[in-house]
């Protein structure tokens, strides 16, 4: 097949979209198809293969921590040069929009696909909040037309659906099990990220700091407990208040890690902490799994899909001390954790990249046969 992938985000840049995105290409490509992908110019023009298209991105003065691609011609003359079997909008927000118009003009199949859950991100912001039906109408316009809706949880499918979203199907989960791997475990890398106290239980957090990812709401659990450390591993808009409110306390901010200090990093916690409601997914939940780590979250539908209480993790109430800290209680149960450890592993060997780059393909099939028949109204 001759693929184009239009995309809000892409290389350098490091989040959950990336991964799945280059996981996914790396299988394409080896499997014979052709790939281009448009993507906002961060100097990245090609990617194992694939010929990487940039559109000129622009910063915004409210999120300046990122570049963004904003809607542009280029994308139609692009996909009409390139000529796809079928297009894929990945999260058409802004630069993606320029891709469900361009496949509409050009009767190219397609594909769109939903992983930032923005509407309830408005929640966290509390001056856009009464925008929330005016975006909302947003997401819908930019979904009706495609042959196909992907997203990544049953949650997120039945929120979209409730908003009259139709033709919705799940991505798989998927994950590094070679990369992500209890091997890594460093002593060396506990020094560091317990601050010189790797007698203390290691709590991880791996992610982008933003207001979105709640983590100032584990400031109460440290504060009652100063045997546990917290790693924050990563960077973003909400970092320098973040490190401020947390000054004080056990917690090491390392910015962004990268490569084998990634896998280091995710192998040698004792658990790892996702206090986000807001995810669509929340990858990082996958790869602590493939690390060996059990998974402390706070309860939504995502996560409660991935995170099986007492099995593989420990699930809390948001908002809620008490539950939070009966949750992490497990760190004092050696035999218990080391139980959740193995279940943990052996939950992520059942989500190899392969076979979820495969059910892409497959769904792209299934979006050019619906195409073909005009089957838009399904």
């Not at 991105?57 to 011609?73: C, E, H």
């Not at 005016?134 to 930019?142: A, F, V």
């Amino acid at each position: 097949m001759k693929i184009a992938i239009v995309t809000e985000t892409f290389l350098p840049s490091t989040d959950g979209i990336v991964t799945r995105l280059t996981k996914a290409i790396d299988y394409f490509i080896r499997e014979g198809h052709e790939v281009l992908v448009i993507a906002p110019d961060l100097g990245v023009y090609d990617y194992k293969g694939a010929k990487v298209v940039g559109v000129k991105p622009i910063t915004f003065p409210f999120y300046r921590y990122r570049k963004w691609g904003v809607p542009s011609r280029k994308v139609y003359h692009e996909l009409k040069k390139f000529q796809p079997d079928v297009v894929h909008a990945v999260n058409p927000i802004l630069l993606a929009t320029s891709a469900v118009k361009a496949a509409q003009k050009l009767d190219l199949p397609l594909v769109s696909s939903y992983h930032t859950h923005l509407p309830k991100y408005l929640d966290y912001y509390k001056i856009y909040k009464p925008a929330k039906p005016l975006l909302w109408w947003y997401i819908k316009r930019n979904h009706k037309n495609a042959d196909l809706n992907l997203v990544t949880s049953k949650a997120i499918r039945d929120e979209l659906d409730a908003q009259g979203i139709k033709r919705l199907d799940i991505i798989p989960r998927g994950v590094d099990v070679i990369h992500r791997h209890p091997d890594y475990r460093d002593e060396g890398m506990r020094e560091r990220l317990t601050g010189g106290n790797p007698s203390n239980k290691l709590l991880v957090f791996i992610g982008r700091i933003a207001v979105e990812k709640e983590i100032h709401k584990l400031l109460p659990l440290l504060e009652k407990r100063p045997d546990i450390s917290l790693a924050i591993i990563g960077d973003g808009p909400a970092r320098a208040d973040i490190e401020k409110r947390f000054k004080g306390t056990n917690t090491v901010f390392t910015g962004f890690v990268h490569g084998e200090e990634l896998s280091k990093a995710f192998a040698t916690g004792d658990a790892f902490i996702f206090p986000s409601v807001s995810e669509t997914l929340g990858l990082v939940i996958l790869e602590s799994m493939a690390s060996g780590l059990p998974v402390i979250g706070a309860k939504s539908g995502p996560t409660n899909e991935q995170v099986h209480h007492g099995v593989n993790g420990m699930l809390y109430e948001n908002e809620d001390l008490d539950s939070m800290m009966e949750a992490v209680s497990v760190l004092e149960d050696e035999e218990k954790l080391e139980t959740m450890r193995r279940n943990a592993r052996n939950e992520a060997l059942d989500y190899a990249w392969d076979k979820t780059s495969q059910r892409l393909i497959d769904f792209y099939m299934e979006a050019r046969d619906r195409h073909s028949v005009g089957s838009r109204n399904m």
